[in-house]
Structures are given as structure tokens and as C-alpha cells.
């Protein structure tokens, strides 16, 4: 993807080293975030996170279907991410998917919690509409417009982002249903069900260089790591998932101390996400 | 400047999208007031300055009191768009009309987009309904025309929803209710056009009922449409067209697809306040509460009577009557019986206005106040109407016109606002008008854009004619046509000549009315929607106008004319050896009535060209209408009954049956025979978009209560197949003269009737004409009265090609709906006629009681049907005295199709030959009706 | 149903004439070598161009001139109903085709023999007329990315409802099943390089919807031509010009 000289390389990891990187930022600081909100009316909600020159676009989309049979007080939620070859030529026709499954599995681990359903960052069971029969269906898809490193932070905000925008319609069920068949629904055009996104969790990636961890690292620098651990957190300090990338062995004291990192970063991440975010939201009301 | 909308929708899957539309919003809608000096485009603009209110209404009022804003007294209006779409929703019926007063230019009523000006839209507030978001909408609009107009007029919101004229007031925008407002313009007559709210407010009193002890009756509820949805998904609840029992209107039908028979629906409080015509939701009654068919005794509740009427005519025009089939007998057999229910819910109603006259009843005491009266329609399917007036004293002896508003459930009675009157109960002309509203038959004058169609009179063949379209040149031909005496509007005319091979040449010339009648002409769209020319008995309503019909279409005597020709070459045998379609020039020698043709024909002396033609014609259709039988055609007996009309006074002279003479079969063997060829032109031309008619074989069902008289005398009848039936008719002969004829006339009965399709629509084994025995017909040579005809010329003349088909029949739906408008016509004229002959029957006898001979033809539990042949008119004879159901001491034995008195001294059998009383009486005042009594 | 009022109103309140609103922006994606987001009405489409560059797979490579390919994916949400699958579907291969022949029909290919130009557009929203849309954004892109081009490519739609021919027309009205004509020219050429129509449209009525077509191609046109001159002066004060 990205040819680099050995010259460069030097340049990178020595940067590294000193704290100092190549764009001037030190190990520990996000480049520039900037939020929009509702940039697809069509979805329930939808967000547009642009970090640095990664951009992204996450929209949620509600949709009426039937319960889990084994779960059937919640709804279902399914994350999927598309790499546009606008991103990447290397991502055109089939060139994309491997990057995509991985993200969209690595993005459900960390958000959906596993496969009982139970430690989700989103409250499921506020997805319900009648018990066993008739539940909303989250689609929450991703996809990158421009890569440039760190897509997995950044598509955890924007999906943090879209679901704060999310507004499902209120549903009537017709009562008297009977048995196994769908009872009849009615939509008010009025009420909307706002998500409480607070306990939905971020990502924050660390990538190890040599021997230290950056957060936020470029797609250059990114070449140059031997392995990443992303954690995503909430707001209460829990972690909610982990994931390690990358070839290289790591010490397990190096990992929980990687945490702990992550963990600090995170609460700035989080504030920072949130005051865009209302920022975001106050300025799309304005329009 | 944009903006964009967002709602959700729930599409059929059950699944709910969320939809965003973008709204534009201009600058460039303008107010549509004259004197207004800020808008620039002045084109649209009605309101005058001389009005001094502009009145804005809201949704509801449009949609209750359309009748009043059709009164001229009401002008200077504004619909907004929101308004109008709103009503378009709900009533697309209102809609047209409110459409129609836009787009007359007499009327002032402006159009204003308030929907996309950029000051007057209204985005939905977070909470707020669809409908408060509307309301809003419309205040807005108010004020803005009040801003805008300034002072020179006074801007009114006319709104009978009380918040909504309570925020507009607090609002600063004058709103009034509709009726204050009238009140206000100070013409009484106007407010009885005002529809009162079906709300609480109101109290409804009952009519003074002429039986006090029957108790209040209350409906059961119906049933909230998502309820019905969910009731008719499940197969709890079905869904049908409700059809009422002309001959009892407490007894309906429901055909429903799920259960593949028809529901019965009996009694009142089952029947739930639905209409004749409305689709409706029915729940099926538990089987042990399902009514055993009984034959109907002929039903007498409350003054509801049977009239007399008249026999259906050709197997062309049999309506289906909506008898039931009665099966087995109220005693002895088991219950053959048809599911029973009850309607829950009113899916779609069928509300329009209906012509009848109020029941009569005391004068109250003082003039001018409201009461309540009763008004029943002439049409027995629908329920009395409850409506208020102050002119009681004024229409108690008139037909009016009363439409439906609502039906409460604690209101025996539906309410209705009185429309308008018509005229005297009894007067001809006022009857004749009734007969033509009833059957929705446009009888006005043509407008002057129609007659700006036509060419200019005095109009002769032209040499530009004679070299468009291919037209050769036929004048030198023999050419006569052959009508009824008087015709003036000929559309046939025929020719014979004998070849030199031996052979002969025939050709069949019609009016070439397409000539004249261009698509997209008003005078098209005209006639499109007339659809046929109504014959009344005493004038004709025309479809074309009058300079047309009798004029430049007519191929009258000694005048050169156009037409469209069939020309066949046949052998002496009528096999057809070749045919040719062609547009002609023809001039035809002698316009014969049948009479006429018939003398010529006869009288041997004669030895003219003309004559020679007619007889070698007549020898030709003897053969091709043998042919014919042999393959199967009905020849059904026709009680066309004609009138002698006094040309002064227009009253009925005499009455007596039509006579069919061999020059009438003559004349239809070859149009007959021409339709046959033009069908089978334009279907290998255009197999998907031809004009056909057909008519569907009866099934056994409809044929029961022939094959059950007929079983009752003796006699059996084999319909397999159209040649056996019509030679079972041919048998069926006794020592009565009339035998023959009686049965082929009820067999007419069983028949449905012949429709008009498109092509495209049904697969070619089901294009079979039944009565004719035809694989395939149409309609080809009467275009001059009938407008299928002109579409069947369009369709000819495109397949010989000298004539490009307009993009209407590319369109196969829109062809549908157009066959599906001419059937309606169809019907409605042959109705309408047989409504003048009826009102003119009953002029005749009003001073003339006669006596004279009848068969029975039906027999019913107090009494049986006849049938009169001398005047071809039938009607019920009591046995046992009205009001006293079930017969008292007669009994009906159904089996035997006999009824017997008790003691077994006298009895009827059906067929029989009784003698008759006829007189006109009139039990109630301004209710004259023929009454038909044993002697 | 009634397309267009009897006060000369379309359902958006457009008039039967009028185009949607129309917004561009270049420069979208950075990594790019030149790239446009283009909105028509609700129709939101974004395109990137990468290239002249090496060709890929060497057995493509032609000797005298460039290789252009071109690819057109719909986002999972950019339709009401969620779509499944982005890209590889009949309809999408169809119109990438549509556009590679467009565009490579205007691209001065000779200049850059055995390079390779990309053409990538990706679809956001689709509200009609998504084809005219990727088009436009796609010589917006070319533009930006400054490949050396006759004239630019513009494409509006056009259709019949209701006896009127209407320009521009959105979803609601594409879906009404009247014919859909699209038109995609050369402006200052005034030669047309796309043409394709759907249903069935007698040929008098054709030529006056292709006509109106046409003049929205036109409209469009100008517009182009001022947001690239607008980014023009922007790059120009920029660098210190």
C-alpha cells in the first residue's frame, strides 16, 4: 500500500522514540476530529467523522423483523463496513472485503458483546416492540470514504456518532393478536425514540512501533507497526472489547499496560466525541 | 430555496421506510386577485374587486357542503392546496367536482399553492399531528392573503372545527362557520342546502313514525378499519360489493371470492347501515342461524311495493336480476342453505345523490320552520332518507333530489340534505328527467365548443374528400338503406349486385362518422362520454349532435355521402369468397322503411333494379340466418313494445308489441354479418388492443329457474351447448300460442348480458358471443348513435392503413376503463328507455282500465307474476290481500311450480292463462301506479 | 396519479422546467488525485480519480493510449430499503460500463499511453437521476485531478408524465413508469456522447424531451465551470498567486 524508504522508515520510528511524530503530534494525541451529524436523511441516523484524513460515514437504518427465538425480549442489531474503492484503488471490486470482515467483526465484538447478547454497548432490550413476535432490526453500516489510518476509531465514533442521531418511530401494536401471526403495527408520524448513547463504548487503538505505542497512527506509521491492540471503552472506565492485530508477540504486562493507556485516552476521546457530537447536533437543528 | 419533508410510511410488506421528499419552495405563485397590486401575473387571477369578502375553507367544509358551494350564490373562494390535497385523499368524488368549479370560468374560485410559497409554507412542528400541522398551514395562508390584500377586501376563513377557529380568531385572522356565514348572505333557500355536522351537538329527532310501537333501533358499531384489515387477513371477515334485493330491501348479497358463493345478508340490523353499492366487511352468522331459502313471498313492509315493469328484451340487453335462486320449499326439504352474516364494517361507501320524492305527511303546524321529512328514493334499494327543510308544504308534491350525509348508529334513518328539485310528481317531463338522473344521462344541449367541431352547413362531398383516405368512388352503385319509418339518422345502407360469374357483390355502407369525430376534439370527448344515444320514447337524446346525426353523417336519399364500406364477394349459397374494407363516396337511391321494403318485395309486379336487389338480398340472408341457427344462435323473443304517440300532446295512443318482419331480419343478417368481418379485421391487426364484444355462456346456476319451469311443464331443456338449448326452445311448443314465446322470453331472463372488453384483456376462447353464436363480434355499424362503433372504425381504418391509432390505445387500461364506461352507458340507456316506456305505460292506462288476457310466469307464496303479451308488460297479481305475508289460505307447492288454495278448490299452475284487470290507482296521493287483478 | 398539478406543479413544487438544486464540491477525498462530491436535489454521489498511473495488470495495458476503468457501487444506505449487496450486481457493472465509455470518450487518452486512470464513484444517496449525478461528479473529479480533457461531460435527465415532459426527474417520478430519457453532451462541442431511454415514447414527443434534456445538460454545464473556476481562484490564493 504504502512504499516507504528506508530512510523514511528511520524517520518514523525515530519520531516515535522521541515523542515527537511526523506531523508534530506527541504519542498520545488524536489528530483533529471534526463531527457531522444527519448527513443522510434517508437513514434513521447517520454521522460523518472525519479524523485527520480518515473519513467515514456511519449510518443506522431501523427495520421490522422477529426476534431471536432464543432471545426473544431483544432486538437484534448487525454491523456491516464497506470499503469504497474511492478510499483505495486496492479496494475496488473484491479488493476490499478482507479489510471490511475484519473490521465489521472486530467492530461487533467490541460493541455487540458476545454471542448471548449480554454486555452490548447498546440496550437491546429497548429494541422490543412485541414480546416474541415483533422487534426492531438495527443496521449499522460503515463505509470508508478516505483512508488514512485508524479506521477502526474511527468508525466506533461515527457509529457512537449515528446512533446518538438515531431517531426509531414509535410503534402501536393492534391489539387481539392472535397466536403465532404478526400482529398489525402502526407508525406515528410524531414520537421518536432517541438512543441513550452513553453507555456505548469507544475504540481507542494502540499501535506498537518499536518500543513504544502511538494512538491515532497515520497509514504510514502504520506500516511500520508490529502489532495493535484496540480497546473499546465506555464511559464508566469498562472495557467493553479487545482486539490484538498485528504478528508480533507481546508481553502480557505490556498489555495491561496498554490499557491502562487506552483507558486514560479514552475519557479525553470520550469528552471530546460528545461536545462535537451536541455541537454537531445543535448545528444540524439550527438548519 | 429548498426544503425537505420527512415522514414514515409503512409499505405493504409490513415494513416501515422512512421517506424524505424535497420541497421547493417559489416565489412566482401568485394570489389570483385582479386588483391586487404586488403579484405581476394577473392570467389566473378571478377575484374581482367587487367582492367584498374572500372566503378560505377549510377541508371539512369542502367535503360536507359541496353542494352548497356549488350553488352560484357562493363566489369569491380560495382553495388552498393543502385543501384541496387533503380532499383529494378522501373523496376523490368531491374532488372532481370542486376540480370542475376551478376550471369553469364563470365561477371565481382561485387555486393557491400555499404549499410551496415561500411565506406561507408551515414545516411540522416536533409533536404535532398531521392534521394540526394542516391546520396551522391554512391560518398562515389566511393571514398572509389578509397582509397581502390589504384593506380592499375581507379575508374570511369559513372553518367549522372549533380550535381551529378559536386559534385563528385568537390568531387575528376573521374565521366564521359556514353557517353563520350563509346566514349572513341572507337567502333562506340556501340553507337548506347546508349540511348539518353528524355530531353530538345536534340532536336528531325521530320522524314521527307510523308505527310508534316499534322500538328505537340501534346498529351495531362498526367495526375500526385495522380491525377489518387484520379480520379479512385472518379469514375471519370478508370482504364484497354489497348487492340490496330490488324486490326487498332488507335483503342483500354479498359476493365474496373467499367463500365462493354470495352471503345472504337479512334483516336491518344485519344489513348495518350499508348501502346498495358500498364494499363492505361481513362476519359470517354461526351455521345454525343461517336462513333456509324460503321463496320469497313478494314483500310488503311499509308501504314498499313491487311495480310493474317490463319484460327485458333481446338476449343482447337481459339484465341479471338480482333474484335469488329459490331452491327448496319452507316446510318439507332440508336446508339447502346459503351462508348467512352480517355486515361489521363499511370498507368503501357508495354515497351519491338520489331522485325520488318525500313520503308524505301532515303540514306542520306554521310555514317556513325546519322539519324533519322522510324521503324515499325512486330507486327501492335505498333506505329512506331523513332530511330537513323549510319548504315542506313547497316539495311535498315534487321530485327533488337528496343526497346522503351520514348514518348515525342510534338513527333508524340515514340523513340527507335536500340538492334540488326536478318538478311535479306525474308530470311527464318531470318523470322523464327522473328516469334520465337516475340513470346518469346527460341530456344537456351540446356546448358551443362541441358544435364549433362541426363543419359548416350547408356540407357536401368535396373533391378533398374524394382523394384522402383511399376512398373509391361508389355512387354509380345501387345503394338504398332500409329503416324504421321516420328514421332520420340513417348509419346503414346496403347494396347487391349480381357479378357476371354468377356470383354476387354485397356491401354493407356505413356512416363514416370518424370523418368528423377527430380524437382530442371536445366534440370526441363528448361523445366518449355519452357513450350512446338514449331513445326515449318520445324524443332521443343524441350522442353526436343533431347537424351530424341527421345531416352530414346520414346516408339519406339522392345525396352524395361518405362511408365506410364492407364489400363481400358471396356465392348464390352466401359463402363468403372475399371481403374488402374500404372508405367509399356512396348516393344512395331510396331510404326504405321496412314496411315499405317488405311491399316491394312481396309484390311480384315489381321488377325495378331496386326491388331485384332487395329480393336477391332477402334470398341470401334466409340463407346466411339458417346457417346460423344450425351453428347455434338463440333466436329469444322480444317484447319490444311500441307506442302510438299523439304528435300533439305527446301522449300514448295505443301500445301494442313490435312486429318483426323478414325485412327487419334482412337488414340485421348483414349487419350482423359485416360486424362478424370487422371483428375478425382488427383482431389480426391489433390482437391486444381491439375493441370486441362478447357474451358469456350462461352458467347452470343463472339457467335454474328456467330448467325448473320448464321442468314444472313437462318440459326439458338441454343448454349444453348453444344449438342444443336453441333446439330445446324450438321444440317447446304447445296448444298455447304463446308457449313458445313465454319460455323463450324467460330463457332472455336467465341470460347476462353482452359487454363490451378489450382484447387484451381475456384469452380468445372466452371472446365467444353466446346468443349469436359467434367466436367473435363487435360493434361496427351504428356509429352515428353508438361510440364503440367509433372506436371500431379508428381500429378498421388504422388496420387497412390509411389511419394512425391516437396513443389511447396503447394503453390497455385506459381501454378497459373506456369498454368498461360504455357497458355502464350501455346499460344505463337501455334502463332509461325502459323507464319511458314504463312512465308511458303508465299514462296510457291512467284513463283507460282494460281487460285481457295474461300467463302466469312466476309463482311467489301470496301470489303469482304474469305476464300481459298483448302490451308485453308484466307485473304482480295478489292472491291473498296485501299485507298478509305468507298466504294465508293459499299455499305454494314449489315443486310443482303450482299454488293451491287450502281447501284444494282452485289452483294456479305456472304458464297458465288467467284473465286480468288493468287500472291505474293511487292508493297514496302522487302516487300513481298499475294494478294488476284477478277476474 | 398526478405528477404534475393542474397549477403547473410537480410533487416538489418544482415546475416542470425547473432542475433540482444543485451543490458541488471538489476536493472531497484527499488521498485522491482529484475528487468531487456532486448533489442533485437529494441525490448525493461522490467520485475520486486516481491516475495516470502504472498499469496494473500488465496483459491490459495498450501501447498508444490510457486505460480508463471505471467503477460505480451504491452504499448500503443510499437507497429506502437497505440494500445488500453494493456492488456487483447487474445494474451496477451496467452503469460502470455507462460511464467508463462516457468519460473515455472525452479524456484526451492518446497524451498518457500505458498509464492506467481510475474512475470510482460511490453513491450516498439516491434519489433519481443517480447516473447523470456520477457523470457530473465524475468530470468534476477528472477536472480536479487535472487529466487533460476535450470539454466536460454533463448529464441530466428528462421524462414524460403526464403529457408534460419534465426535467430532472426524482425517485417518485422516475418510478412512475414513464419513459426516463438520459442525455449526456458535450457543451461546447454541442455532441451528445450518452444517450439511453427506457419505455416507450412516440418520436415527435422523443425529440422534445431529448431537447429539454439537453438544455439541462447545458445548465449544468455552467455551473460546472463556475465551482471549477471558484476552486481555481481558491488554489491561486493559496499558493500565494
Redesign the interface.
Known sequence: MVGLSLGEKHFIQGGIDQNIRSDGRKRDTYRPISVETGVIPQANGSARIRIGATEVIASVKAELGRPDALQPDQGKVAIFVDCSPVAEPMFEGRGGEELSTELSVVLQHCLLGGKSGAGAGIDLSSLIVAEGKICWDLYIDGLVISSDGNLLDALGAAIKAALSNTGIPRVQVAAGALGDEQPEVDISDEEFLQFDTSGVPVIVTLTKVGRHYIVDATSEEESQMSSAVSVSINRKGHICGLSKRGSAGLDPSVISDMISVARHISEQLINKLDSEISAAEAGEDEM | MLHSKTFNKKTRGGRIQKLVREVYLRDDIYCGASFCKSCEDKSKARLTAAASTILILDTNVVLNQIDLLENPAVEDVVLLSVVLQEVKNKNSAVYGRIRNLIDNPARRFVVFSNEFHRDTYVQTMAGESPNDRNDRAIRVASRWYQSHLGDAVKVLLITNDRENKRKATEEGVSAETIESYVKSLGQPALLDLLVQPASEDVIMEEVEDMRPSKRKVVYPEHKPMSEITSGLTKGIYHQGKIRVNRYNPFEAYVGSESIGDEIVIYGRGNMNRAFDGDVVAVELLPQDQWHEEKSLSIVDEEDDEEDVHLVPGSADDAPRTTDPVSSSTSDTSPVSSRPSGCVVGIIKRNWHSYCGSLEPMPMPAGSGSLVNALFVSKDRRIPKIRIQTRQLENLLDKRIIVAVDSWDRQSRYPSGHYVRSIGEIGDRDTETELVLIENDIDARPFSTQVLACLPPLPWSVSSEDLNKSNRIDLRHLHVFSVDPPGCKDIDDALHCTMLPTGNFEVGVHIADVTNFVHPGTPLDDEATQRGTSVYLVERRIDMLPKPLTEDICSLRADVERLAFSVIWEMTPEAEIISTKYTKSVIKSCAALSYVEAQARMDDSRLVDPVTKDLRNMNALAKIMRQRRIQRGALTLASAEVKFQIDTETHDPLDIGMYQIREANQMVEEFMLAANVSVAEKILKEFPACSLLRRHPTPTKEMLEPLLRTAAAVGLTLDFSSSKALADSLDRAVSDDPYFNKLIRIMATRCMTQAVYFCSGELSPPEFLHYGLAAPLYTHFTSPIRRYADVIVHRLLAASIGIYKLPTIFRDRPQLTSIADNLNYRHRNAQMASRGSVELHTLIYFRNRPTDTEARIVKMRSNGFIVFVPKFGIEGPVYLAPRGDKGGGEWFLDDQQQRIKKMDGSISYGILQAVKIHLEVVEPQPNRPKLQLTLV | MEFV???G?R????RPM?M??LRAEIG?????DG?AVFEM??TKV???V?GPREVQNRSQQINDQALV?C?Y?M????????RRK???DRRSTEISLVIRQTMEACILTHLMPRSQI?I???V??A?GGTRSACINAATLALADAGIPMRDLVTSCSAGYLNSTPLLDL?Y?EDSAGGPDVTVGILPKLDKVTLLQMDA?L?IDIFENVMQLAAEGCKAIANYIREVLLENTKQLEYRRGL
Do not use: C, H, M
Not at chain 3, 410533487?11 to 418544482?14: M, S, V
Not at chain 3, 472531497?28 to 485522491?32: E, I, L, R, S, Y
Open positions: 398539478n393542474p397549477e406543479l410533487l416538489d413544487g418544482r425547473e433540482r438544486q472531497a477525498v484527499a488521498k485522491a475528487s436535489g437529494n461522490i467520485a475520486a486516481y476503468r467503477e457501487s452504499a448500503n444506505f443510499s437507497t429506502g430499503d437497505r453494493p456492488k456487483g481510475d470510482y464513484v460511490q450516498l444517496q434519489d426524482n417518485v416507450k412516440p
